[in-house]
């Protein structure tokens, strides 16, 4: 039934943020990572930060789903507590989209922290905050969902870790965060636009009439397809987990 | 209907055959035991029955659900307490539970009365305050069965649920398996301890290597053993063929040192035989004990398996 899946995934997000997101430790990581974030590049370059914003919130949103869910995941599959909910009568897609959720909810809040310290201290204006809040949800999701692609994949936190290094850093320089898509080299504009943070920042550039290279109608399709994608391998990985 | 229904079920994790095509019924309110050592399969045929693992062959039935097609209906029937202490160390006992009864779909108007009468009823409401890694081993195994009770399942699944606990703490779980199977709870317990098989069960099962040898009422196992009684014998020094031939004649005989077991249904010809035997290849009987036979020594008889060596791989009994 449907309402009892909802329930499922509602009771596990729930469980999630109070037992591991919403720790003393991770809420002071979370607002302190994007305020350091922004205070460095204010401090580097007062000047012309304005176009930068974007990309910042897009990094927030990066790390702040990919880091605490990897963690969160690895750990309950080490310890057994993942085995548990998979005891109970709900579907995988119910708790691989209960996991997705939290890591989400998780990034949302550093990407707001970062959003309110980029409109106070970078002077970012939203023109079209609809666009915004489309883009940078569905980004979440996206990243949150990559996030537990990892995650599923491997056995250990660090080794978690290490995996989401490999997407995380090259995703910071290609995607558009510090250097423009279109001023990258042929070869790497064409990675770039394999890498779902490009999407990300694309979008949030529209939403603040920054110049754009794509339709942010286009950035959201390819967004969701990337969102199904890493969805359907994820489930896949969950089925190995327990095969 | 039988509460489980296992036909030709098996499990291959690559070239290993974990589980290799066991067949058996469970009764509705039976407490069935599968007694095995470490590694013969017992916890894969947990996961396989609980709808955690897929079957490689064969088929499962839990109320009359299939495990493998209906397995979102079969974990709504049962109630699996896993070998680990698995609940969150972040939460407390109280909101361990309240989050356990929401998974389950425990309806809102429900959940409070029946978490709070499972603490009571397994002595742990003074502690539900208390966070679930600050628990005793013990306590912990104790929220363990309060959390897969919580949605009052037809079908309980223990797996090894004394493993590790003290033996006062053990044996609390043992009365409260025994009340639960009271409450006509149908009860799946797999051990390695063959004591509590006995004490707990109404059938066993059991499992070397991923199949089933025996499958019988305790009683029932033990008469199959082949013999009704045991002499345990220590000799002064290792006893000589002469002798073990003489005693092969009365049952079957064991040794490892200086100890000597024979299995035979003519104790007192044993009794009789035994001393003239020693008395003529110059040993002195250090000691001379009859008793019944046990599961335990059954278990021997049907296996070939030591239950030393049972108690030895999960680090003693």
């Not at chain 1, 989400?104 to 959003?115: E, N």
């Not at chain 1, 609809?130 to 996206?142: H, Q, R």
């Not at chain 2, 600050?134 to 959390?147: E, F, M, P, Q, T």
């Not at chain 2, 002064?236 to 100890?259: D, K, M």
Request: hydrophobic share 45%; proline share 5%.
């Amino acid at each position: 039934m449907l309402r009892d899946e909802l329930e499922g995934i509602y009771a596990i997000l729930i469980k999630d943020l109070k037992a591991y997101y919403l720790k003393p430790p991770n809420i002071s990581w979370g607002i302190l990572f994007p305020i350091a974030l922004a205070l460095a590049f204010t401090l580097r370059n007062p000047q012309g930060l304005r176009d930068l914003a974007p990309g910042l919130v897009a990094m927030a949103a990066l790390f702040g789903t990919t880091s605490m869910e990897a963690i969160v995941v690895t750990f309950e599959k080490r310890v057994g507590a993942l085995e548990r909910l998979f005891m109970a009568p709900l579907t995988h897609t119910s708790i691989l989209l209960a996991k997705v959720l939290g890591g989400a909810v998780f990034g949302g809040f550093i990407s707001a922290v970062m959003t309110l310290l980029c409109f106070t201290l970078l002077g970012m204006r939203i023109p079209h905050p609809s666009l915004y809040v489309a883009g940078l949800s569905l980004s979440l999701l996206t990243l949150s969902a990559l996030g537990a692609l990892i995650a599923f994949s491997v056995r250990e936190v660090f080794e978690a870790q290490t995996l989401s290094n490999y997407f995380r850093f090259p995703m910071i320089f290609l995607c558009g965060v510090f250097i423009p898509v279109g001023r990258l080299p042929l070869p790497l504009r064409v990675v770039a636009y394999m890498l779902p943070l490009t999407y990300t920042v694309e979008a949030l550039r529209a939403s603040t009439s920054s110049p754009v290279h794509l339709s942010p109608l286009l950035d959201l399709v390819i967004l969701t397809f990337f969102l199904v994608v890493f969805l359907l391998l994820t489930h896949r990985a969950m089925r190995r987990v327990f095969d | 209907m039988d509460a489980i229904v296992v036909e030709e079920l098996t499990k291959y994790y690559g070239d290993l055959c974990a589980v290799d095509h066991v067949s058996f019924n469970v009764r509705r309110g039976e407490v069935f035991g599968y007694l095995g050592p470490n590694g013969a399969g017992k916890t894969t045929t947990i996961r396989m029955l609980s709808g955690l693992t897929r079957p490689s062959e064969g088929r499962a039935l839990i109320s009359g659900y299939d495990v493998l097609t209906e397995a979102v209906e079969v974990k709504r029937r049962v109630g699996v307490v896993p070998e680990v202490s698995n609940l969150y160390d972040e939460l407390t006992v109280w909101e361990n539970l309240k989050f356990i009864s929401r998974l389950y779909h425990v309806p809102r108007a429900e959940r409070e009365g029946r978490i709070r009468e499972l603490l009571e009823m397994f002595s742990l409401w003074d502690r539900r305050g208390k966070r679930f890694r600050r628990l005793s081993r013990g306590l912990k195994r104790r929220v363990i069965l309060a959390a897969a009770l919580v949605h009052d399942p037809e079908v309980l699944f223990l797996d090894e649920p004394t493993t590790g606990l003290d033996v006062v703490s053990a044996r609390g779980l043992r009365s409260l398996v025994r009340e639960l199977r009271g409450m006509g709870k149908t009860i799946f317990l797999t051990t390695h301890y063959i004591e509590e098989a006995d004490q707990l069960c109404d059938r066993i099962a059991i499992i070397v290597r991923g199949r089933i040898t025996a499958l019988d009422a305790p009683e029932g196992l033990k008469s199959k053993a082949g013999a009704r009684y045991v002499v345990e014998v220590e000799l002064s020094r290792e006893p000589p063929q002469g002798l073990l031939e003489a005693l092969r004649r009365l049952g079957g005989v064991e040794t490892e040192g200086l100890h000597l077991r024979l299995s035979t249904d003519r104790p007192q010809e044993v009794l009789r035989l035994l001393p003239e035997e020693a008395s003529k290849a110059g040993l002195r009987l250090v000691s001379v004990r009859t008793r019944g036979i046990t599961l335990e020594d059954a278990f021997l008889e049907l296996t070939g398996l030591s239950p030393e060596v049972m108690r030895m791989e999960k680090g003693g009994g």
